[in-house]
């Protein structure tokens, strides 16, 4: 590396040292007061606001979400963002652990931007919201965000400690039959039942989920059968959620479902639309050079990241589009055992424990510390970047 790192590692843990506390009651407040998928207002503003006072230039209102933001310190290249996510769940706060994200990521960027002092490279923090479920990154990605930054660094609180998240590709799907009403005893044979046709399509993809990759399924709901047990439905709907291994997988998997679809239409005289409902989540993407650095550095505070269990898979995220696009870790850090989940009320609850606290702490100084080496390294920068040709 070309500067002397144990110096700049030492002001960067003494930056994250003096913000700890404050840190921690951005945690803790953000806990006490969940807000969901674009609307984390409050949140928005009490982030932006911590990162006003330390001096970085904000812009809110990124790529039409009113609660997204990009906070910079520095103007020019190499760059590093630092992602905070701070939506909650309905019914459950913040059983994922977004506030510890949204205050890792909000204590790292201010560490880290102690290392611009000679005036090269940004340091940055992206506030993306509606990960659970709205795609506040894939739409950030789309709206050019990410198109001048050397590598994009998050951490998230789990039960495992993983140098990298198995995060599966999700879409979700909205498929329409189209029939003719008539009455089922007054002229049954006018009728064509759109929701003979749906029910049809489930026991298709039952049948089809029998030889689908581990990785890969489809789990569909009816949001809409008829209007009165009278009436032969005309219409039919159902919303159908993929995943897959791969973003390659799952646009295999999306033609299976429109084929079977189509041939399900074509057996019972209907018609059908099939249409995509919502952002797609690609498959994460994990930057090795990247994960080996935040883990190396999360080591010195006693957490040691292994790799995920073989064949295990945690769900999807927006975090996999913007790994397609930049380098990127996803490293999961345990707050609660094993034997636990996130999405709970365990969990939630978990996210202001004393462990809570102390992986915040530990997580803040390696993001810090990853920052700084993308910022100061070019030959880490090199190697990140290398998969993307």
């Given amino acids: 590396m070309i500067h002397d790192s144990d110096a700049l590692y030492q002001r960067v843990r003494a930056a994250v040292a003096e913000q700890a506390d404050a840190c921690w009651k951005v945690a803790t407040t953000l806990h006490a007061d969940p807000e969901y998928a674009f609307d984390e207002r409050r949140a928005a503003a009490l982030l932006t606001g911590e990162l006003r006072r330390a001096g970085f230039e904000v812009q809110e209102g990124v ?19 630092l992602l905070l996510e701070y939506d909650a769940l309905p019914g459950l706060g913040h059983a994922c652990g977004h506030h510890l994200i949204a205050a890792a990521g909000l204590g ?30 894939a739409l950030e990605v789309e709206a050019g965000v990410f198109d001048d930054i050397d590598a994009a660094l998050m951490f998230h609180p789990g039960v495992y400690d993983w140098t990298r998240a198995p995060l599966t590709a999700q879409e979700q ?39 689908l990759p581990r990785a890969s399924h489809i789990q569909g709901i009816v949001t809409h059968g008829g209007e009165a047990t009278n009436i032969v439905p005309a219409l039919a709907e159902g919303r159908f959620g993929l995943r ?37 989540y690609e ?56 034997d636990g989940s996130d999405h709970t009320p365990e969990f939630a609850e978990a996210g202001v424990s004393e462990r809570a606290r102390r992986v915040l702490r530990a997580a803040t100084e390696a993001l810090a510390c990853t920052a700084v080496d993308v910022l100061r390294d070019p030959a880490l920068r090199e190697r990140a970047w290398r998969p993307y040709g």
Avoid: C
């Fill in 108 to 137: 790292a960027a201010l560490a880290a931007r102690t290392a611009l002092d000679d005036g090269t490279g940004s340091v940055l923090a992206v506030g993306t919201p509606a990960e659970e479920g709205g795609g506040g990154k």
């Fill in 63 to 81: 790529a039409g979400m009113p609660t997204a933001f990009v906070a910079r310190s520095g103007t020019e290249r190499p760059a590093v963002a």
């Fill in 283 to 338: 498959h994460f993407r994990d930057s090795g050079p990247l994960s080996d650095r935040f883990a190396a550095h999360l080591d010195r505070a006693g957490i040691r990241l292994g790799p995920p269990a073989d064949g295990v898979y945690l769900g999807s995220s927006d975090i996999g589009n913007v790994s397609a696009r930049v380098p990127a870790i996803h490293p999961f850090v345990a707050i609660m055992d094993e």
């Fill in 173 to 211: 799907y909205r498929v329409a039959f189209h029939g003719r009403a008539a009455h089922p005893t007054g002229n049954p044979t006018e009728g064509v039942d759109a929701l003979a046709a749906l029910v049809e399509l489930f026991n298709v993809l039952a049948a089809l989920g029998r030889r």
């Fill in 244 to 280: 897959a291994a791969t973003t390659g997988a799952l646009d295999d998997l999306a033609r299976q479902l429109a084929t079977s679809a189509e041939g399900v239409a074509l057996a019972t005289g209907t018609t059908v639309t099939v249409q995509r409902a919502g952002v797609r």
